[in-house]
């Protein structure tokens, strides 16, 4: 949603293009044409590359090849009539126009013959150098959740929906003289979802909370201590990636760190079945 699909994209050669959730309904292409079949042309000079094909021109046949397929897509969504119709969204928050796009698209997945989705929304406005308005912040995305939780229970799949929040950064455990925080590095994250088994706290405390712990590295910062290899593979796991060369490819650093390191999807999840099966 809002472009922020790099995540998602994973390996250039296994040629998974990744789409984007369009907030509304999809616009009507070449209202006027001036050259027949324009679209069969375009579809037509950027299919199959050539061996001696640049990477230049390859890249550009591939964006545009997934563009009017994805366009196509929604298209023949559109006039299936395949639409959340009473979704409560704020138009005001960007948030609330995401999870409601998301909640549309994931009405789609039988019209798209799919059995996973993955979504990545992003929701700014926590920088806070100057001032602390987090519990102004939290209350929108409580809100906003709420709303989004409702419509995947209306669809009847809560228990197969998992909701990750993460950040780019952490924030400072002490203030600045502005009253507010400043970039750190750990920080405190959660995992919601109908399926998950929660009321938990996961992970090391780095305790003490001061200077003289081994996690702190100056300015109010700590050193996590879990990496995110140990949340992403037990969510892997529940998607059903097992394998440990499978789960290896993606999640690249995950040998950096010891197996039981790892969360498992039995750790997170009610219906989990792996162990860590080291002695």
Excluded at 56 to 77: G, R, Y
Excluded at 95 to 119: C, E, G, P, Q
């Amino acid at each position: 949603v809002y472009g922020d699909k790099d995540m998602l994209i994973g390996f250039p050669e296994n040629q998974n293009p990744v789409p984007e959730v369009t907030l509304g309904s999809p616009a009507v292409l070449n209202k006027y044409p001036t050259v027949e079949n324009l679209f069969d042309v375009a579809k037509q000079l950027n299919g199959v590359g050539e061996v001696g094909n640049s990477f230049f021109s390859e890249a550009w046949a591939e964006a545009m090849s997934t563009a009017l397929f994805e366009h196509d897509q929604q298209m023949a969504i559109a006039e299936a009539g395949i639409e959340v119709t009473d979704y409560p969204y704020n138009s005001a928050s960007k948030l609330s126009k995401s999870l409601n796009a998301v909640a549309n698209y994931i009405l789609t997945r039988d019209f798209r013959n799919v059995n996973r989705d993955m979504f990545v929304v992003r929701e700014g406005g926590f920088d806070m150098h100057g001032g602390d308005d987090l519990a102004l912040a939290f209350q929108d995305i409580n809100a906003e959740l709420g709303k989004f939780i409702n419509e995947m229970k209306r669809q009847g799949i809560w228990n197969d929906v998992a909701i990750v929040m993460g950040s780019e950064f952490g924030r400072s455990v002490t203030s600045n003289s502005n009253a507010g925080t400043d970039h750190g590095w750990a920080g405190n994250y959660f995992l919601i979802g109908g399926g998950v088994n929660g009321g938990k706290v996961l992970g090391n405390y780095p305790s003490p909370l001061s200077p003289s712990s081994d996690y702190w590295v100056g300015h109010g910062r700590l050193i996590p201590t879990t990496p995110w290899e140990s949340v992403w593979n037990g969510i892997a796991q529940w998607l059903g990636v097992r394998d440990e060369a499978d789960l290896d490819r993606a999640l690249p650093n995950r040998k950096s760190f010891s197996e039981c390191d790892h969360f498992t999807d039995k750790d997170l999840f009610v219906d989990g079945a792996c162990d860590c099966t080291l002695v």
